[in-house]
């Protein structure tokens, strides 16, 4: 599903090179549950980030599905997030002056789709991740677990295959934070490919498949060999 | 994304930021509103005055006593009165070849009796031309009578709410009235007709001119109204008259004449002048809403930063963002218009009842015009803004800490 191949991202601080990703080579298939772990400044948010479609590298190969993304435009790149990448977090990002619901129902606006259908698919959701009754809340009236549980609705609404969390319990209580981390793994065993980044090594003990970085390189890969680790491919 | 999302969404901002789309609003609406306002009084000055004048046929003069002097500079310092225009000249203008009819007109206000019921009317002393010349009618009777001007016989042709308010419904052809110390018989009564040329037509009476010499006891007309053969030989008339008039005055042609041209290019001139400061007006006040609306939409953008970063983030593209900016100013600019517009339709259906002689109305490409700039303005302002925010960088923008 998603081929690394020498991936550097360098970022200029001053006239100082700081290599947040530097070589990297992956290998990820679907249905992967994979955490991320490292030193802070180690590159674990430029990896998402690039992955995600949202940072682009300075150099090596990134194909996602088979499509090599570094020559994709603009538009083809933001259909993509739209359509196959969720994203979720550490500080939720929800729009202040929409309701959950709304935040929920945001992709779908953007990508056109019909008021009844968004409607059926929104509600649907809210009771997934237990929400119904908070539906008509602005962010401000909801608690931490409550945000980042809207969050995950807007990140999973359009049914997308990659699903990325960058600390996701980073600003929740261990209580919440574990119903987050057990709706991430639900959502992975009907088969979304779940990439964790966490400073919690419980948390990242929990996924099948560990990534260990250290200044922008991958030091360790556990268990290495991803395929193996495909339980629905 | 649907529009009606795109507006929904764009709605919500709006109300979000109450205050400040306020100010936009009313910016862009006095904008306009000056527009239409200013356009909606100068069209109906205009068509009050042309409504005026298009009575006074264009192939007929004006002559006033004293010289306008319409080159500029101090008039002569004499302190002395202006020449009377007498009776002999409006004869001799007669005479002249090419002069159709000739009006003489002497206005006064006297108190005018029947019975025991009085009132105060304006009189005109004048001749049978003056009918001609403005085309009134009688409903009752006859018109004043075709005789020399000199002769100052007692009739009186009186208007429709003189006849109303002195005699009722009594008959009122045949009857004597008076006005001041003298006796007038009423030989007609005039058709209905509004007001003209700042006469009443209704609340008048006519007499012969020589009689108003008497009643007034005053020898000068107050004007002379003169009808050509034709508009064409209007501007050789002015010349023969003015050079009649200098015969006659020893040397110095002491009166102005008026043509309905000239009086409406006088005020073409003026609604120029009117249009340069609708312009002005409008220029200004849309050049303030624009740049309220390039700050606004600045700060919008930038407080607005992380959400653009999570729009971009759940699929939204460059050209999305610039969508969304760009129409939150389009749906700004059309609401202020609507409200400019409603407030300029108050104002001038106030002065409508206010006025109710005068009609003002918008003219549609004013409407039009206006809120074609108001459109371009917001548009304009907010390109910049708009392009910023579908520039910025996801990542970056995602970690603004505005939100
Ligand atoms: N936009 C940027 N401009 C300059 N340097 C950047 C930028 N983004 C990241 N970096 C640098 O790249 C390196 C990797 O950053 P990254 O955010 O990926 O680390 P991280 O592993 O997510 O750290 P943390 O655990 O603190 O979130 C850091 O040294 C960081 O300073
Ligand atoms: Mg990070």
Redesign the interface.
């Known amino acids: 599903m998603i081929e690394l191949n020498q991936l550097c991202r360098t970022f200029m601080l001053g006239d100082q090179a700081v290599h947040a990703l530097d070589n990297i080579s992956l290998s990820i298939s679907p249905g992967e549950y994979i955490s991320v772990m490292g030193p802070s400044g180690s590159g674990k948010s430029t990896l998402l980030?690039v992955l995600?479609l949202?940072?682009v590298p300075d150099s090596g190969q990134y194909r996602l599905n088979g499509t090599d993304t570094t020559a994709l435009s603009?538009?083809a790149?933001?259909?993509y997030?739209?359509?196959h990448i969720g994203?979720v977090?550490q500080s939720y990002?929800l729009?202040?002056?929409?309701t959950a619901r709304e935040n929920i129902e945001?992709?779908l606006?953007?990508?056109?789709v019909a008021p009844a259908e968004r409607k059926r698919k929104v509600t649907a959701i809210l009771a997934q991740l237990s929400l119904t009754e908070r539906a008509d809340h602005l962010p401000n009236q909801l608690s931490g677990g409550q945000r980042q549980r809207v969050a995950i609705g807007?990140?999973i609404v359009?049914q997308p295959r990659l699903l990325l969390a960058d600390e996701p319990t980073g600003n929740l209580d261990s209580q919440s934070g574990s119903d987050v981390v057990n709706i991430l793994e639900q959502l992975n065993r009907q088969g979304i490919t779940l990439l964790v980044v966490t400073h919690d090594s419980a948390l990242g003990q929990r996924a099948r498949r560990h990534i260990r970085m250290v200044d922008g390189r991958v030091v360790a890969d556990q268990p290495p060999g991803s395929a193996a680790q495909a339980s629905h491919a | 994304?649907?529009s009606a999302?795109l507006l929904h969404?764009n709605l919500?901002?709006l109300l979000?930021h109450r205050f400040r789309s306020l100010m936009i609003l009313l910016a862009l609406a006095i904008g306009v509103a000056a527009v239409n306002l200013l356009t909606g009084l100068g069209e109906g000055a205009r068509a009050y005055v042309l409504s005026q004048f298009s009575l006074l046929g264009n192939n007929t003069l004006i002559m006033l006593p004293g010289k306008k002097e319409t080159s500029g500079g101090m008039p002569p310092l004499t302190g002395e009165s202006p020449r009377d225009i007498t009776l002999d000249d409006a004869a001799a203008i007669a005479r002249l070849p090419g002069v159709t009819a000739v009006a003489p007109m002497l206005v006064g206000i006297s108190e005018v009796r029947f019975n025991a019921r009085a009132r105060d009317v304006v009189i005109a002393g004048t001749s049978s031309d003056y009918f001609r010349i403005r085309q009134l009618s009688v409903q009752q009777g006859q018109p004043l009578p075709t005789v020399a001007l000199d002769t100052a016989s007692p009739v009186a042709v009186i208007g429709s709410t003189v006849k109303r308010e002195l005699f009722g419904n009594a008959p009122a052809l045949g009857q004597w009235l008076k006005a001041g110390d003298r006796r007038f018989r009423v030989i007609g009564i005039l058709d209905s007709k509004g007001q003209a040329m700042g006469m009443d037509m209704n609340d008048i009476i006519l007499i012969p001119v020589a009689s108003a010499q008497v009643l007034f006891n005053q020898p000068g007309l107050f004007r002379v109204l003169i009808e050509s053969d034709s508009s064409a030989a209007i501007p050789a008339l002015k010349q023969q008259l003015v050079q009649l008039m200098q015969r006659r005055q020893d040397g110095v042609a002491d009166i102005t004449l008026v043509s309905q041209d000239a009086i409406l290019s006088a005020f073409g001139n003026i609604l120029t002048t009117l249009n340069l400061a609708v312009t002005g007006i409008a220029a200004i006040s849309l050049l303030v809403a624009g740049i309220l609306i390039m700050n606004v939409t600045l700060i919008s953008v930038s407080q607005r930063t992380?959400?653009i970063?999570?729009?971009?983030?759940?699929?939204?593209?460059?050209?999305?963002i610039q969508t969304l900016f760009l129409s939150e100013a389009l749906l700004m600019a059309l609401l202020g218009a609507g409200a400019g517009m409603l407030l300029s339709e108050l104002g001038l259906l106030a002065m409508r009842l206010r006025f109710t002689d005068l009609a003002f109305h918008t003219p549609w490409w004013a409407r039009l015009l206006a809120l074609g700039i108001a459109v371009a303005t917001s548009l304009l302002f907010a390109w910049g803004p708009a392009r910023r925010a579908a520039r910025l960088?996801?990542?970056s923008a995602?970690q603004s800490r505005a939100?």
């Open positions: 980030n995600g949202l940072d603009d538009n790149r933001a259909r997030r739209r359509e994203f977090f990002h729009v202040p002056r929409l945001l992709p606006v953007l990508a056109g807007r990140a359009m | 994304m649907r999302d969404f919500q901002v979000r992380a959400e970063g999570l729009l971009k983030a759940i699929g939204a593209a460059n050209s999305d960088s996801p990542i995602l939100n």
